[in-house]
């Protein structure tokens, strides 16, 4: 049982009990972790309501992760209330693009569009571990979000795949700065699941069918596999662990042809059975 009782751990990116972060919090609860919690303004009514179900959740402070002034708030708040206070662990769950970089070719996406996205959803990593840095223990661990379209083409990803693929190489470089001092990063890329965020990628439905039907597991991924990952991520279980990116997907990110290309399925089931 990895036990986290007596530790802090900061969490970003909580929009709804749908995010892959609330899955994460609620993991992360049950193994006795204290949360303090980033959040949107936007969000802020609904993040007062999933915190009465979560007693672990000690501090809840609004963030702007696009500007140093935004996240220099969050940390003046953190140690305002939580002064003898470090944390142990980072959850970096955060991307946004404007919804017309999924509705027009990549080819025809604004300068702002652009960089907007790749601030929120890559750059952010950078700037959250460097003004976390003061308020973490030595050889924390910090993990973020990130999906198989950093490398392959996914249909109607588009920009954030630019960017989740700046987001992976936030990691490694990460995790060799911060290395030296015990410090670890490490990502996790996750299969595709219905999320506040998911319902603006054109497609999503379509995307969740076609990887059922041929991931390995012949399955999609759940919110708690995840956060089972990230767990294992942030506790001592993977003290040797860093830089490195950890496909939970049901197996998907393995496959080359799909098997759907088959007019008969391949089944254990109906394969010959040999002495």
Known sequence: MIDFKDQTILVFGVASEDSIAWGICQTLAKAGAKLILGYQPRYRSRLLQLQKSLPAIEGLYPIDVATEEGVQNFFREFSLHHSHCKAHALVHSIAFSPRETFDRSSLFATQEAIDLTLTISAHSLQRLLRLALPHLVPGSSTVTLTYLAAQRWVPA???????????????????????????????????????????????????????????????????????????????????????????????????????????????????????
Do not use: F
């Open 157 to 275: 990803y588009r920009v954030m795949a630019i960017a989740k693929a700046a987001l992976e190489c936030w990691v490694r470089e990460l995790a060799c700065e911060l290395g030296a001092d015990g410090h670890r990063v490490n990502a996790i890329s996750s299969g595709p699941m219905k999320t506040l965020a998911s319902t603006g990628i054109p497609g999503i439905e379509k995307i969740l069918a076609h990887v059922e039907r041929n991931a390995p597991l012949r399955r999609n991924i759940t919110q708690e596999e995840v956060a089972g990952a990230a767990l294992w991520l942030l506790s001592d279980l993977a003290s040797g662990v860093t830089g490195q990116i950890i496909y939970v997907d049901a197996g998907y990110s393995i496959i080359a042809v799909p098997g759907a290309i088959r007019e008969e399925p391949c089944h254990l089931s109906r394969l010959p059975l040999w002495e």
